[in-house]
Protein backbone atom coordinates (compact mmCIF):
# COMPACT_ATOMS: atom_id res chain seq x y z
CA UNK A 1 0.00 0.00 0.00
CA UNK A 2 1.07 3.35 -0.42
CA UNK A 3 -0.02 5.90 2.00
CA UNK A 4 0.43 10.10 1.48
CA UNK A 5 1.10 12.34 3.99
CA UNK A 6 -0.42 15.95 3.89
CA UNK A 7 1.74 17.90 5.80
CA UNK A 8 5.72 17.75 7.45
CA UNK A 9 5.03 18.50 10.71
CA UNK A 10 6.01 16.81 13.44
CA UNK A 11 2.60 14.60 13.32
CA UNK A 12 3.32 14.14 9.37
CA UNK A 13 6.80 13.26 10.21
CA UNK A 14 6.10 10.87 13.15
CA UNK A 15 3.30 8.77 11.08
CA UNK A 16 5.71 8.73 8.15
CA UNK A 17 8.09 7.15 10.25
CA UNK A 18 5.88 4.71 11.91
CA UNK A 19 4.66 3.62 8.66
CA UNK A 20 7.83 3.35 7.06
CA UNK A 21 9.09 1.05 10.30
CA UNK A 22 6.27 -1.15 8.87
CA UNK A 23 7.76 -1.40 5.54
CA UNK A 24 5.29 0.81 4.23
CA UNK A 25 5.40 2.72 1.35
CA UNK A 26 4.72 6.78 2.57
CA UNK A 27 5.10 9.86 1.14
CA UNK A 28 4.82 13.14 2.98
CA UNK A 29 3.71 16.19 1.07
CA UNK A 30 5.16 19.19 2.22
CA UNK A 31 4.23 22.78 1.05
CA UNK A 32 7.11 24.95 2.81
CA UNK A 33 9.25 22.61 4.66
CA UNK A 34 9.51 20.16 7.25
CA UNK A 35 8.32 21.90 10.56
CA UNK A 36 7.79 25.31 8.89
CA UNK A 37 5.09 25.98 10.88
CA UNK A 38 4.51 25.19 14.90
CA UNK A 39 6.20 21.77 14.82
CA UNK A 40 9.79 23.86 14.39
CA UNK A 41 8.30 27.27 16.70
CA UNK A 42 7.02 25.37 19.94
CA UNK A 43 8.56 24.97 23.37
CA UNK A 44 8.98 21.14 22.98
CA UNK A 45 8.07 20.34 26.24
CA UNK A 46 7.14 17.18 27.69
CA UNK A 47 5.18 15.71 30.52
CA UNK A 48 3.82 11.92 31.64
CA UNK A 49 1.32 12.85 33.40
CA UNK A 50 0.35 16.78 32.53
CA UNK A 51 -3.23 15.20 30.64
CA UNK A 52 -4.41 13.20 33.76
CA UNK A 53 -7.74 13.15 34.28
CA UNK A 54 -8.64 14.07 30.47
CA UNK A 55 -9.17 11.39 27.18
CA UNK A 56 -5.27 12.65 26.49
CA UNK A 57 -3.96 10.91 29.08
CA UNK A 58 -3.08 7.13 27.45
CA UNK A 59 -2.01 8.93 24.32
CA UNK A 60 0.47 11.42 26.60
CA UNK A 61 1.58 8.40 28.46
CA UNK A 62 2.86 6.13 25.36
CA UNK A 63 3.93 9.42 23.90
CA UNK A 64 6.35 10.03 26.61
CA UNK A 65 7.47 6.52 26.89
CA UNK A 66 8.65 6.60 23.34
CA UNK A 67 10.56 9.39 23.11
CA UNK A 68 12.37 8.32 25.62
CA UNK A 69 12.83 5.06 23.43
CA UNK A 70 13.50 6.67 20.29
CA UNK A 71 16.73 8.07 20.53
CA UNK A 72 18.35 4.82 20.90
CA UNK A 73 16.11 3.39 17.75
CA UNK A 74 16.70 5.99 15.46
CA UNK A 75 20.55 6.83 14.79
CA UNK A 76 20.65 10.52 15.33
CA UNK A 77 21.10 12.95 18.48
CA UNK A 78 18.30 15.60 18.69
CA UNK A 79 19.16 16.35 22.59
CA UNK A 80 16.34 14.74 24.29
CA UNK A 81 16.61 15.42 27.75
CA UNK A 82 14.82 15.02 31.25
CA UNK A 83 14.04 18.19 33.61
CA UNK A 84 12.55 19.50 36.47
CA UNK A 85 9.64 21.76 36.13
CA UNK A 86 8.87 24.79 38.70
CA UNK A 87 6.07 27.20 38.57
CA UNK A 88 6.22 30.10 39.98
CA UNK A 89 5.44 33.98 40.05
CA UNK A 90 7.33 37.56 39.01
CA UNK A 91 6.30 40.08 41.36
CA UNK A 92 7.49 44.06 41.25
CA UNK A 93 9.04 43.96 44.98
CA UNK A 94 11.55 41.28 45.40
CA UNK A 95 11.10 38.99 48.41
CA UNK A 96 14.24 38.64 50.72
CA UNK A 97 12.40 35.47 52.40
CA UNK A 98 11.89 33.13 49.65
CA UNK A 99 14.83 31.29 48.50
CA UNK A 100 14.53 29.51 45.20
CA UNK A 101 16.85 26.06 44.27
CA UNK A 102 20.14 26.74 44.03
CA UNK A 103 20.05 25.99 40.35
CA UNK A 104 17.78 28.48 39.77
CA UNK A 105 19.99 31.22 41.18
CA UNK A 106 20.52 32.83 37.70
CA UNK A 107 16.69 34.38 37.63
CA UNK A 108 16.76 37.61 38.79
CA UNK A 109 15.48 38.34 42.88
CA UNK A 110 11.91 39.15 41.40
CA UNK A 111 11.22 35.64 40.22
CA UNK A 112 9.92 33.66 43.45
CA UNK A 113 9.66 29.92 42.40
CA UNK A 114 6.39 28.56 44.26
CA UNK A 115 6.33 24.91 43.64
CA UNK A 116 7.95 21.96 41.93
CA UNK A 117 5.54 20.59 39.10
CA UNK A 118 7.50 17.56 37.75
CA UNK A 119 11.12 15.82 38.03
CA UNK A 120 13.55 14.44 35.29
CA UNK A 121 11.05 11.35 35.60
CA UNK A 122 7.89 12.57 34.52
CA UNK A 123 8.92 15.81 32.60
CA UNK A 124 11.27 16.17 29.69
CA UNK A 125 12.35 18.67 26.35
CA UNK A 126 13.23 18.23 22.79
CA UNK A 127 14.21 21.07 20.08
CA UNK A 128 11.09 20.48 18.22
CA UNK A 129 12.10 21.25 14.87
CA UNK A 130 15.28 18.65 15.39
CA UNK A 131 13.09 16.49 16.77
CA UNK A 132 10.93 16.62 13.45
CA UNK A 133 13.11 16.90 11.38
CA UNK A 134 15.41 13.62 12.89
CA UNK A 135 11.85 12.27 12.19
CA UNK A 136 11.63 12.86 9.04
CA UNK A 137 14.79 11.49 8.16
CA UNK A 138 14.50 8.29 10.13
CA UNK A 139 11.29 7.61 8.05
CA UNK A 140 13.49 8.81 4.72
CA UNK A 141 16.36 6.12 5.89
CA UNK A 142 13.42 3.41 5.41
CA UNK A 143 12.36 4.78 2.29
CA UNK A 144 9.81 7.35 2.56
CA UNK A 145 9.66 9.86 0.15
CA UNK A 146 9.49 13.89 0.72
CA UNK A 147 7.95 15.73 -1.97
CA UNK A 148 7.60 19.40 -2.19
CA UNK A 149 4.18 20.47 -2.98
CA UNK A 150 0.52 22.10 -1.97
CA UNK A 151 -2.06 19.51 -1.63
CA UNK A 152 -5.19 21.09 -3.44
CA UNK A 153 -7.47 17.98 -2.92
CA UNK A 154 -8.53 14.38 -3.39
CA UNK A 155 -9.06 12.35 -5.88
CA UNK A 156 -11.64 9.66 -5.70
CA UNK A 157 -12.68 6.27 -6.77
CA UNK A 158 -15.94 6.28 -9.19
CA UNK A 159 -18.68 5.74 -6.66
CA UNK A 160 -17.43 8.52 -4.78
CA UNK A 161 -17.07 6.37 -1.61
CA UNK A 162 -13.28 5.67 -1.97
CA UNK A 163 -9.89 8.03 -1.50
CA UNK A 164 -7.33 7.00 -4.16
CA UNK A 165 -5.06 9.93 -4.26
CA UNK A 166 -4.24 13.38 -3.91
CA UNK A 167 -4.18 16.50 -5.73
CA UNK A 168 -1.06 18.58 -5.44
CA UNK A 169 0.09 20.84 -7.68
CA UNK A 170 -2.58 20.10 -10.19
CA UNK A 171 -0.84 16.80 -10.39
CA UNK A 172 -2.41 13.26 -8.98
CA UNK A 173 -0.60 11.03 -6.63
CA UNK A 174 -2.17 7.74 -6.53
CA UNK A 175 -2.71 6.22 -2.46
CA UNK A 176 -4.29 3.19 -0.85
CA UNK A 177 -4.67 5.70 2.33
CA UNK A 178 -4.43 9.28 2.61
CA UNK A 179 -3.53 11.19 5.63
CA UNK A 180 -4.79 14.55 6.50
CA UNK A 181 -1.69 16.21 9.17
CA UNK A 182 -1.73 19.72 7.73
CA UNK A 183 -1.98 21.48 11.66
CA UNK A 184 -4.65 24.00 11.32
CA UNK A 185 -4.67 23.77 7.61
CA UNK A 186 -6.37 20.74 7.83
CA UNK A 187 -9.69 22.68 7.96
CA UNK A 188 -8.76 23.16 4.11
CA UNK A 189 -9.75 19.57 3.88
CA UNK A 190 -13.23 19.96 4.92
CA UNK A 191 -13.59 21.26 1.42
CA UNK A 192 -12.68 18.27 0.65
CA UNK A 193 -14.69 15.75 3.02
CA UNK A 194 -16.86 15.27 5.82
CA UNK A 195 -14.64 17.25 8.44
CA UNK A 196 -14.98 19.11 11.96
CA UNK A 197 -13.62 22.17 11.61
CA UNK A 198 -9.99 23.18 13.05
CA UNK A 199 -9.02 26.12 14.25
CA UNK A 200 -5.59 27.81 14.59
CA UNK A 201 -4.66 29.94 18.06
CA UNK A 202 -1.63 32.05 17.29
CA UNK A 203 1.75 32.83 19.68
CA UNK A 204 4.44 35.00 19.99
CA UNK A 205 7.76 33.16 21.15
CA UNK A 206 11.94 34.19 21.60
CA UNK A 207 14.40 32.01 21.43
CA UNK A 208 17.41 32.94 23.36
CA UNK A 209 20.63 31.57 22.47
CA UNK A 210 21.67 30.86 26.47
CA UNK A 211 24.48 28.39 26.47
CA UNK A 212 24.90 26.91 29.27
CA UNK A 213 24.26 29.74 31.24
CA UNK A 214 20.53 28.32 32.08
CA UNK A 215 19.87 25.72 33.86
CA UNK A 216 17.86 22.69 32.41
CA UNK A 217 14.31 23.42 34.47
CA UNK A 218 11.12 24.29 32.64
CA UNK A 219 9.59 27.64 34.33
CA UNK A 220 5.98 28.33 34.29
CA UNK A 221 5.55 31.77 35.81
CA UNK A 222 2.65 34.06 36.73
CA UNK A 223 3.22 37.32 36.34
CA UNK A 224 0.15 39.25 37.78
CA UNK A 225 1.53 43.49 36.95
CA UNK A 226 1.26 42.28 33.50
CA UNK A 227 -1.58 39.67 33.28
CA UNK A 228 -0.05 37.15 31.47
CA UNK A 229 1.59 33.11 32.19
CA UNK A 230 4.80 33.20 30.96
CA UNK A 231 6.85 29.67 30.29
CA UNK A 232 10.43 28.83 29.92
CA UNK A 233 11.91 25.98 28.24
CA UNK A 234 15.91 25.40 28.12
CA UNK A 235 16.77 23.34 25.66
CA UNK A 236 19.74 20.68 25.34
CA UNK A 237 21.16 22.29 22.23
CA UNK A 238 21.78 25.85 24.75
CA UNK A 239 19.20 27.78 23.23
CA UNK A 240 16.04 28.82 25.13
CA UNK A 241 12.09 29.07 24.02
CA UNK A 242 10.11 31.84 25.94
CA UNK A 243 6.28 32.35 25.17
CA UNK A 244 3.22 33.78 27.02
CA UNK A 245 -0.37 35.01 25.82
CA UNK A 246 -2.18 33.76 22.69
CA UNK A 247 -4.34 35.42 20.34
CA UNK A 248 -7.03 34.44 17.32
CA UNK A 249 -5.44 35.89 14.72
CA UNK A 250 -6.99 35.17 11.17
CA UNK A 251 -4.82 32.16 10.05
CA UNK A 252 -3.04 33.20 6.71
CA UNK A 253 -3.88 30.80 3.71
CA UNK A 254 0.57 30.21 3.42
CA UNK A 255 2.19 28.74 6.21
CA UNK A 256 5.11 30.55 5.12
CA UNK A 257 3.23 34.01 5.50
CA UNK A 258 2.78 33.73 9.50
CA UNK A 259 4.78 36.68 11.33
CA UNK A 260 4.94 37.79 14.47
CA UNK A 261 3.28 40.34 15.83
CA UNK A 262 5.95 43.49 16.01
CA UNK A 263 4.01 44.58 19.36
CA UNK A 264 3.65 41.60 20.83
CA UNK A 265 7.53 40.47 20.14
CA UNK A 266 8.45 43.80 21.90
CA UNK A 267 6.29 42.89 25.11
CA UNK A 268 7.56 39.72 25.20
CA UNK A 269 11.23 40.64 24.93
CA UNK A 270 10.87 42.96 27.68
CA UNK A 271 9.32 40.50 29.95
CA UNK A 272 11.85 37.98 29.37
CA UNK A 273 14.63 40.88 30.22
CA UNK A 274 13.08 41.13 33.48
CA UNK A 275 13.63 37.56 34.52
CA UNK A 276 16.92 37.35 33.88
CA UNK A 277 20.40 39.19 32.32
CA UNK A 278 20.75 35.53 30.95
CA UNK A 279 17.79 36.96 28.37
CA UNK A 280 19.22 40.04 26.65
CA UNK A 281 18.35 41.40 23.54
CA UNK A 282 22.09 40.50 21.79
CA UNK A 283 21.20 36.83 22.41
CA UNK A 284 17.87 36.60 20.65
CA UNK A 285 18.15 34.30 17.72
CA UNK A 286 14.61 33.84 16.54
CA UNK A 287 11.33 36.55 16.53
CA UNK A 288 8.76 34.47 15.87
CA UNK A 289 5.00 32.99 15.66
CA UNK A 290 3.17 30.04 15.00
CA UNK A 291 -0.72 28.86 15.36
CA UNK A 292 -1.10 25.51 16.98
CA UNK A 293 -4.13 23.74 15.79
CA UNK A 294 -7.15 23.24 17.96
CA UNK A 295 -10.42 21.49 17.79
CA UNK A 296 -13.83 22.76 19.32
CA UNK A 297 -13.54 20.23 22.22
CA UNK A 298 -10.05 20.82 22.94
CA UNK A 299 -9.22 16.92 21.96
CA UNK A 300 -7.24 16.22 18.95
CA UNK A 301 -8.81 14.32 15.54
CA UNK A 302 -6.52 11.08 15.40
CA UNK A 303 -8.35 8.31 12.87
CA UNK A 304 -10.84 7.11 9.90
CA UNK A 305 -12.41 10.08 7.98
CA UNK A 306 -15.83 9.06 7.64
CA UNK A 307 -17.56 8.46 5.03
CA UNK A 308 -14.25 8.78 2.83
CA UNK A 309 -13.14 5.28 2.95
CA UNK A 310 -9.03 5.43 2.68
CA UNK A 311 -8.76 9.07 4.26
CA UNK A 312 -7.51 9.69 7.89
CA UNK A 313 -6.98 12.40 9.78
CA UNK A 314 -4.11 13.75 12.83
CA UNK A 315 -4.64 16.93 14.32
CA UNK A 316 -5.88 19.35 16.43
CA UNK A 317 -3.01 18.77 19.05
CA UNK A 318 -2.88 22.39 20.71
CA UNK A 319 -0.42 22.51 23.51
CA UNK A 320 0.53 19.07 22.82
CA UNK A 321 1.50 18.04 20.01
CA UNK A 322 5.40 17.58 20.34
CA UNK A 323 4.38 15.48 23.48
CA UNK A 324 1.66 13.25 21.26
CA UNK A 325 3.48 13.17 18.08
CA UNK A 326 4.62 9.87 18.39
CA UNK A 327 1.85 7.42 19.78
CA UNK A 328 -0.18 9.01 17.33
CA UNK A 329 2.32 8.24 14.42
CA UNK A 330 2.47 4.41 15.86
CA UNK A 331 -1.12 4.39 16.41
CA UNK A 332 -1.72 6.02 12.75
CA UNK A 333 0.38 3.16 11.48
CA UNK A 334 -1.12 0.22 13.28
CA UNK A 335 -4.99 1.70 12.11
CA UNK A 336 -3.62 2.39 8.51
CA UNK A 337 -2.11 -0.79 7.94
CA UNK A 338 -3.88 -3.71 10.34
CA UNK A 339 -7.19 -1.60 10.32
CA UNK A 340 -7.27 -1.19 14.08
CA UNK A 341 -4.84 0.82 16.73
CA UNK A 342 -3.58 -1.43 19.43
CA UNK A 343 -0.88 1.24 21.18
CA UNK A 344 -3.36 3.77 21.87
CA UNK A 345 -7.29 3.40 22.22
CA UNK A 346 -8.02 6.16 19.04
CA UNK A 347 -11.89 6.05 20.32
CA UNK A 348 -11.98 9.46 22.17
CA UNK A 349 -9.72 11.10 18.87
CA UNK A 350 -12.89 9.86 16.51
CA UNK A 351 -13.30 13.08 14.37
CA UNK A 352 -17.27 11.74 13.95
CA UNK A 353 -17.70 12.71 17.52
CA UNK A 354 -18.30 16.48 16.19
CA UNK A 355 -20.44 17.70 13.22
CA UNK A 356 -18.80 18.35 10.00
CA UNK A 357 -18.28 22.10 8.84
CA UNK A 358 -20.46 23.47 6.15
CA UNK A 359 -18.06 23.57 3.36
CA UNK A 360 -19.84 26.70 1.82
CA UNK A 361 -18.40 28.61 4.60
CA UNK A 362 -14.68 27.84 3.64
CA UNK A 363 -15.82 29.17 0.41
CA UNK A 364 -17.18 32.16 1.05
CA UNK A 365 -14.12 32.67 3.10
C1 LIG B 1 4.28 28.95 20.92
C2 LIG B 1 3.95 27.48 20.93
C3 LIG B 1 4.60 26.66 21.85
C4 LIG B 1 4.30 25.29 21.90
N1 LIG B 1 4.96 24.51 22.80
C5 LIG B 1 4.71 23.18 22.85
C6 LIG B 1 5.39 22.35 23.80
O1 LIG B 1 6.20 22.84 24.59
N2 LIG B 1 5.09 21.01 23.82
C7 LIG B 1 4.20 20.44 22.96
O2 LIG B 1 3.97 19.24 23.04
N3 LIG B 1 3.56 21.21 22.02
C8 LIG B 1 3.79 22.55 21.96
N4 LIG B 1 3.12 23.33 21.05
C9 LIG B 1 2.13 22.72 20.16
C10 LIG B 1 2.78 22.09 18.91
O3 LIG B 1 3.70 23.00 18.34
C11 LIG B 1 1.70 21.73 17.87
O4 LIG B 1 0.64 21.02 18.47
C12 LIG B 1 2.30 20.85 16.78
O5 LIG B 1 3.50 21.42 16.27
C13 LIG B 1 1.33 20.66 15.63
O6 LIG B 1 1.96 19.88 14.68
P1 LIG B 1 1.26 19.50 13.30
O7 LIG B 1 2.16 18.59 12.57
O8 LIG B 1 -0.15 19.07 13.57
O9 LIG B 1 1.07 20.91 12.55
P2 LIG B 1 2.11 21.96 11.92
O10 LIG B 1 3.37 22.03 12.67
O11 LIG B 1 1.31 23.20 11.72
O12 LIG B 1 2.45 21.32 10.52
C14 LIG B 1 1.55 21.33 9.44
C15 LIG B 1 2.36 21.32 8.16
O13 LIG B 1 1.45 21.21 7.05
C16 LIG B 1 1.95 22.00 5.99
N5 LIG B 1 0.84 22.32 5.08
C17 LIG B 1 -0.19 23.18 5.31
N6 LIG B 1 -1.02 23.20 4.24
C18 LIG B 1 -0.50 22.34 3.32
C19 LIG B 1 -0.91 21.93 2.01
N7 LIG B 1 -2.03 22.40 1.43
N8 LIG B 1 -0.14 21.02 1.37
C20 LIG B 1 1.01 20.52 1.94
N9 LIG B 1 1.43 20.88 3.18
C21 LIG B 1 0.68 21.76 3.85
C22 LIG B 1 2.54 23.22 6.69
O14 LIG B 1 3.49 23.88 5.86
C23 LIG B 1 3.15 22.61 7.94
O15 LIG B 1 4.52 22.29 7.77
C24 LIG B 1 3.37 24.72 20.99
C25 LIG B 1 2.74 25.55 20.04
C26 LIG B 1 3.02 26.91 20.00
C27 LIG B 1 2.31 27.76 18.99
Same mark, same amino acid.
Given at each position: ???????G?V?????????????? &???????????????????????? &??????P?????????????????? $???????????????V??????? *??????????????????????? %?? !???I? %?????????M !???????????????????????R????????????????????????????????????? $???? /????L????????A????????? &???????????????? *????????? %????????? !????????????????????????????R /????????Q?????????????????? !?? *???????????????????????????? &?????????????????????
Amino acid at each position: MHVVICGGGVIGACAAYFLSRRGI &DVTVVERTEVAAAASGKAGGFLAL &DWCAGTPLDALARRSFELHAALPNE $VAADWSYRRMNAYSGVVVGEPSA *HRHKPAELVWLADGVIITSRLGT %PE !TTAIV %PPRTFTTAMM !TAAQARGAKLRAGRVTGLVRSGDRAHVRGVEVDARVIEAGAVVIAMGPWSVLAAQWMSLPP $VFGL /QSPSLVYNTGTDVAADALFLEYP &DEGVSIEVFPRGDGTT *HITAFSDQA %PLPLDPAAV !TPDPQAIERLQAIAERLSPAFRPERILAR /QSCFRPVTQDGVPFIGAVPGSKGAYIA !TG *HSVWGILNAPATGEALAELIADGAARST &DLAPFNPARLRALDPSLLRSG
